[in-house]
T-cell receptor
Framework: DVKVTQSSRYLVKRTGEKVFLECVQD?????MFWYRQDPGLGLRLIYF???????EKGDIPEGYSVSREKKERFSLILESASTNQTSMYLC???????????FGPGTRLTVT | GENVEQHPSTLSVQEGDSAVIKCTYS??????FPWYKQELGKRPQLIID?????GEKKDQRIAVTLNKTAKHFSLHITETQPEDSAVYFC?????????FGRGTSLIVHP
């Protein structure tokens, strides 16, 4: 079974802090994704990576950056957290384009 | 870019009834249409998918239909059970990046 793990289930940070969310997959998947999930807004793509050190902006990249130094790990960085970044963050991976995505359990981030 | 509209946002049914969730997409190049189920507090998981060369696909109580001309696809759940209660997301992909609908909260009353 594909396993996608995220570093924290719950996180509370203060405004202005730098926040790191980590995602690890164990199935040698090429593609990794970071989404933000808010009630009524569905899953919105923040960033996407199709290979090591490669990244593409999604629909809502402002205020976020990403890092993919190793194939299995994809990190989401909030350079200076703000209250409007309070949300559920979901990581996902897939073997290739047009294939099933496997999601991590999510990190609920609260910025106070 | 792709735009996916999903309706309804909430669907309430009695146990044993059928449920239908509909999605429309805008990009005619999209060729893969998955459906994900997210139970409360859990991660989304794929329940069924369909590719553009197929009009219908069925797996036990769930089925998906695709109309490429009209650019819409639907999820059908028959004989609903309380454990079908969840949020369902449709998505459309042309290449690497899926575009998701906003989700449908399905509530099945015993």
């Amino acid at each position: 079974d594909v396993k996608v793990t995220q570093s924290s289930r719950y996180l509370v940070k203060r405004t202005g802090e730098k926040v790191f969310l980590e995602c690890v997959q164990d199935m040698d998947h090429e593609n990794m994704f970071w989404y933000r999930q808010d009630p009524g807004l569905g899953l919105r793509l923040i960033y996407f990576s199709y290979d090591v050190k490669m990244k593409e902006k999604g629909d809502i990249p402002e205020g976020y950056s990403v890092s993919r130094e190793k194939k299995e790990r994809f990190s989401l960085i909030l350079e200076s957290a703000s209250t409007n970044q309070t949300s559920m963050y979901l990581c996902a991976s897939s073997l290739g384009g047009g294939l099933e995505q496997y999601f991590g359990p999510g990190t609920r981030l609260t910025v106070t | 870019g792709e735009n996916v509209e999903q309706h309804p946002s909430t669907l309430s049914v009695q146990e044993g009834d059928s449920a239908v969730i509909k999605c429309t997409y805008s990009d005619s190049a999209s060729n893969y249409f998955p459906w994900y189920k997210q139970e409360l507090g859990k991660r989304p998981q794929l329940i069924i998918d369909i590719r553009s060369n197929v009009g219908e696909k069925k797996d036990q109580r769930i089925a998906v239909t695709l109309n490429k001309t009209a650019k819409h696809f639907s999820l059908h759940i028959t004989e609903t059970q309380p454990e079908d209660s969840a949020v369902y997301f449709c998505a459309a992909l042309g290449s690497y990046i899926p575009t998701f609908g906003r989700g449908t909260s399905l509530i099945v009353h015993p």
